[in-house]
Structure formats: structure tokens, C-alpha cells
């Protein structure tokens, strides 16, 4: 099992420019930031089951916990400056 990478090109051009828009194969935290920008993310507020089942695909080394961490690390970056919703 691989631990979030944090020496990934792609995740660490990510969190310095929002929407960053490539995939490192293999790489769980791209999986997840995948997922985050996913139709089953946005949706997670009525279908969680949908997203669980998303993860779980994206990610399967990682336990449930561990991996909706990182897709809500994720959306939180990708979210960060807009207005929140609540
Ligand atoms: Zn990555």
C-alpha cells in the first residue's frame, strides 16, 4: 500500500495551481483528487454509496477512512477560495 505521495510532480504542481488537470498513474493521491473532481463527489450528499463505491475503485489499498480523507483533502483545495455553501 502506498502512502499519499508527496513527491509526485502531479500532486505537488496541484496544490500550487487549483484545477491542475494531469494524473500520475498509479499515484494514490492523484486517485483521489480524481475522484474528488469525480460525479460521484459532487453528488456525495445524496448518493454516498456512489462515492464510496467510486473510492473504493480509485483506491483500494487504502482503507475507507484513509481514502475519503484524501478526496476531502483534495475537494478542499480545489474548493478553497469560493464562498462556503453553508
Ligand atoms: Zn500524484
Redesign the pocket.
Known sequence: MREA?TD?P??TQARAQRWWGA??NG?T??AARAVARSGAAINAGRDPETLDRTIARAMPGLTPDAALQLVREWWQQDHATEEPTT
Open positions: 505521495v509526485c502531479d500532486c494524473y500520475a499515484c493521491g492523484c
